[in-house]
């Protein structure tokens, strides 16, 4: 890790994230303007955040107030989020920022260095229940030509992560060299360094997929689910529990927690051929922050940091967290016959999930 010095664990609670932006703006050429528009996304985290815990208190209830460019839900908070990140981001010399309630990216000054795609608030169906939702990150280098700026590979990202707004307001973090979560520091009004080097296990006991979607699935979905669910009596040969927060933030928090696996796949309901997630401001970086803790992210059939995006608002199915099970459900997506092998005597044998 190159930007690490020594003692870096006795810096929790400690480290601060502008100190530890300082440090990183020596590292790179574009390192100055990455740290600058993490700055300013996080002075913005802290104002949404306060927003969020004020809820109908600060007429910021969740309430829908239409639908958004590409045919989602929007709600109030949404709409504030994307505002107060613009605003924010707004003072800095960016090439061009894409977010998820525009219909097209801006082009905000041909000199900039860097450009911005965000998720404002991902997993805002959660709003109104108090459960945590978050805002996504993904910089990447300003091209010569910035009509291409959100086309680039996912492994052309700078920096990536995302904020969630749970019972700790936390900023995961990864510069291109680990992945580091901030807590803020409410009293304080300042995020500290609260974990270092997040690493995800190689194997993992919780799956999360919305199994309502379950007779929509394509073959290798179901086949990789019914074996986490026969558990110790499959070929898994272990136990699952499983967990489905309905946004992404939470459920990539948890996996950086406590390993994990999380699909949202593609299935044949209208609309859903790549899946729901977008790939620019959601997929890319988390698929960008999974595999700096040492994950894997993939679409079941290629790496998603691999991929490059034709259209701003493109879905891809996703599947990541512990490479093992993101592997074994790669495995599944390539071999036909592996899926028919590996579904056929389960199904005989105990007679679940007929299909
Ligand atoms: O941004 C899309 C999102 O809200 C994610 O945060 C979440 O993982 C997913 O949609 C939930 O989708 P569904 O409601 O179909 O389960
Ligand atoms: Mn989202």
Same mark, same amino acid.
């Given at each position: 890790?190159?930007?690490r010095?020594?003692?870096?664990? @006795? *810096?929790?609670g400690?480290?601060?994230?502008?100190?530890?932006?300082?440090?990183?703006?020596e590292?790179? !050429?574009? /390192?100055l303007?990455v740290?600058?528009?993490v700055?300013?996304?996080?002075t913005?985290?802290?104002?949404?955040a306060?927003l969020?815990a004020?809820?109908?208190?600060a007429?910021?209830?969740?309430?829908?107030?239409g639908r %958004?460019? +590409?045919?989602?839900?929007?709600?109030?908070? +949404?709409?504030?989020?994307?505002?107060?990140l613009r605003?924010?981001?707004g003072?800095?010399?960016?090439?061009?920022?894409?977010?998820?309630e525009?219909?097209?990216?801006?082009i905000v000054?041909?000199?900039?260095?860097?450009c911005?795609a965000?998720?404002?608030?991902?997993?805002?169906s959660?709003?109104?229940i108090?459960?945590?939702?978050?805002?996504?990150?993904s910089?990447?280098?300003?091209p010569?030509?910035?009509?291409?700026?959100?086309?680039?590979?996912?492994?052309a990202?700078?920096?990536?992560?995302?904020?969630?707004y749970?019972p @700790?307001?936390s900023?995961?973090?990864t510069l291109?060299?680990?992945?580091?979560?901030?807590?803020?520091?409410?009293?304080?009004?300042?995020?500290?360094?609260?974990?270092?080097a997040v690493?995800?296990?190689e194997?993992?006991?919780?799956?999360?997929?919305n199994a309502? %979607?379950?007779?929509? =699935?394509?073959?290798?979905?179901?086949?990789?689910?019914?074996?986490?669910?026969?558990?110790?009596?499959? !070929?898994?040969n272990h136990?699952?529990?499983?967990? =489905?927060?309905?946004?992404?933030? /939470?459920?990539a928090y948890?996996i950086l927690?406590?390993?994990?696996?999380?699909?949202? !796949?593609?299935?044949?309901?209208?609309?859903?051929?790549d899946g729901?997630l977008r790939? &620019?401001?959601?997929?890319?970086?988390?698929?960008m922050?999974?595999?700096?803790?040492?994950?894997?992210?993939?679409t079941?059939?290629?790496?998603v940091?691999?991929?490059? /995006?034709?259209?701003l608002h @493109?879905r &891809? !199915?996703?599947i *990541?967290g512990?490479?093992?099970?993101v592997? #074994?459900?790669?495995?599944?997506?390539?071999?036909?016959?592996?899926?028919?092998?590996v579904? /056929?005597?389960?199904?005989? #044998?105990?007679?679940?999930?007929r299909?």
């Open positions: 890790m190159r930007h010095q020594r003692g870096w664990t @006795q *810096m929790i400690q480290l601060r994230l502008d100190d530890h932006l300082q440090r990183y703006t590292t790179a !050429p574009h /390192a303007a740290a600058a528009a700055d300013a996304i996080a913005a985290a802290i104002e949404i306060g969020i004020s809820g109908d208190l007429d910021a209830s969740g309430l829908t107030t %958004n460019s +590409d045919g989602d839900l929007q709600r109030d908070l +949404d709409v504030h989020a994307d505002a107060i605003r924010c981001l003072r800095l010399p960016i090439a061009a920022l894409a977010s998820e525009m219909r097209e990216a801006q000054d041909r000199h900039g260095r860097i911005i965000i998720d404002p608030l991902d997993g805002s959660n709003i109104d108090n459960m945590t939702v978050g805002t996504i990150f910089i990447l280098p300003a010569d030509d910035l009509s291409l700026a959100f086309q680039q590979r996912g492994s990202q700078l920096a990536a992560g995302f904020v969630t749970g @700790q307001t900023l995961v973090l291109g060299d680990g992945v580091d979560i901030f807590t803020l520091d409410r009293k304080a009004g300042c995020f500290r360094l609260a974990r270092s690493q995800i296990s194997t993992c006991e919780e799956f999360a997929i309502s %979607n379950r007779r929509h =699935w394509d073959p290798p979905v179901r086949a990789f689910i019914d074996e986490c669910l026969a558990g110790v009596e499959g !070929p898994a136990d699952f529990n499983m967990r =489905w927060i309905g946004s992404l933030v /939470a459920e948890r927690t406590r390993g994990g696996v999380f699909l949202y !796949p593609s299935d044949a309901r209208p609309g859903y051929g729901r790939l &620019v401001y959601e997929a890319h970086p988390m698929a922050i999974i595999e700096q803790a040492g994950g894997s992210a993939s079941g059939r290629e790496r940091l691999e991929l490059s /995006a034709q259209s @493109q &891809v !199915p996703l *990541m512990s490479s093992n099970e592997r #074994r459900a790669e495995e599944l997506h390539c071999d036909p016959l592996l899926v028919a092998s579904s /056929a005597p389960l199904f005989a #044998r105990r007679g679940f999930f299909l």
